[in-house]
């Protein structure tokens, strides 16, 4: 799907104001109310909008402890390992990936030693030949999608045309 101008100003707005409904978002946009609820509805549908969950802080939330752990498992091991990284609640995510090592997760924690007991869980896991991992010092650049977004020129208009601003004077109609 390509995103014109008017969808990444909805998905910036809709950032920024995460519980604003569609009224406040359509004033926010200067668009009508009908077509902020299409374009959410079709960016929904094309899976550019996957959830309107809260972003949460797993430090904040008592898991102050992150890691990054590449695993290089067997061959052909990839659902057994996927389905076994999915049961260990400490797995915030995991990717299967190119280079050295096969999948690359990321882990929280309560403490150095929750994340040592969840290592030693995935070095245990079926498929799973050798992790190393590196403990997370700091946020350098929080996860974040608007700026790629952004980043392009978009075709379209920021607004739609029965919003746009006159331009000069209404034209006399004879009258």
Do not use: W
């Not at 809709?14 to 200067?30: C, D, F, K, N, Y």
């Not at 077509?35 to 008592?62: F, H, I, M, S, W």
């Amino acid at each position: 799907m390509e995103l014109d101008a008017l969808d990444v100003d909805l998905l910036a707005a809709l950032t920024a104001g995460r519980r604003a409904g569609m009224l406040e978002l359509s004033r926010t946009l200067g668009v009508a109310r009908g077509t902020v609820q299409a374009r959410l509805e079709r960016l929904e549908r094309a899976g550019v909008v996957t959830g309107y969950g809260p972003d949460v802080n797993v430090a904040a939330a008592g898991f102050p402890v992150q890691a990054f752990v590449t695993l290089e498992i067997a061959q052909g091991a990839l659902a057994d390992v996927a389905a076994e990284l999915a049961a260990l609640p400490a797995v915030l995510e995991a990717y299967a990936t190119t280079g050295s090592a096969d999948v690359l997760c990321r882990l929280a924690a309560s403490s150095h030693e929750d994340l040592q007991l969840t290592l030693l869980k995935l070095a245990r896991a079926g498929g799973v030949a050798r992790s190393t991992s590196v403990i997370v010092l700091s946020v350098v650049v929080a996860p974040r999608t608007l700026p790629l977004l952004a980043e392009s020129p978009r075709r379209g208009p920021r607004r739609a045309p029965a919003y746009r601003e006159a331009s000069g004077p209404a034209p006399d109609d004879g009258r």
